[in-house]
């Protein structure tokens, strides 16, 4: 799953320094910002009868089409954006700003291949752990480099975690220093075999741009 980083780098929507969206306030053939005497509830450059502002924590069309754009070509600036979007300048960076403070969008880091790096076997370990334990071993397992992800579930153990190595040997490295701590009690392990379906999210901003 892609990490989620705060920092927007140089070029991307948000940095003072991006090479395409700054020193400019819009653009020709850009939509204006809806003036304030406007009807509420439509944005600017969408149509009619889509929901801005609204109380909820739904994103509308225009946030779902900012999110794809920013999705396929991370690297765009915020005026470029605009351009591709047909909205204000000012509309995209405000969207920007509401999506990232209420989480929707993490950040604008790389999405970076565990394989890529050496790391090819991909495997999910399920955790027992004793009880009182849980602040003890998420730090544990915090410190393990290969441990991706953390979750704590319910059904027959506490957490499961995304775990990778170099091969099925160093596998068994990677296990050992999982478990090797006294608040774990009991462990079980699967190696991901193929991933047909790569973590993604635009389907479900789609979906939810459409609701």
């Known amino acids: 799953m892609p990490p989620a980083h705060a920092a927007s780098s140089p070029g991307t929507p948000g940095s003072s ?7 400019h306030s819009g653009a020709t053939g850009v939509a204006p910002e809806v003036p304030s005497g406007s009807a509420p509830g439509t944005a600017a450059g969408a149509a009619p009868g889509v929901a801005v502002g609204s109380t909820n924590d739904a994103i509308d069309a225009l946030d779902g089409r900012l999110i794809r754009l920013l999705a396929e070509e991370p690297r765009i600036g915020v005026l470029e954006c605009s351009r591709r979007l047909q909205v204000a300048r000012g509309t995209v960076q405000a969207r920007l700003d509401r999506l990232q403070a209420r989480g929707v969008i993490g950040g604008f880091g790389p999405e970076v291949d565990p394989a890529a790096l050496g790391y090819p076997v991909t495997a999910f370990a399920t955790l027992e752990i004793s009880q009182g334990q849980g602040a003890d071993v998420r730090a ?16 027959h153990g506490d957490m499961m975690v995304r775990i990778v190595a170099r091969s099925n040997a160093d596998l068994q490295r990677v296990i050992d220093r999982v478990v090797g701590f006294d608040g774990i009690v009991r462990s079980s392990t699967a190696i991901a075999l193929e991933n047909p379906v790569p973590y993604r999210i635009l389907p479900l901003v789609d979906q939810a741009a459409a609701e």
């Open 140 to 155: 544990h397992l915090a410190a393990v480099p290969e441990v991706l992800e953390l979750h704590t579930i319910t059904g």
């Open 17 to 23: 320094n991006s090479t395409t969206g700054h020193g």
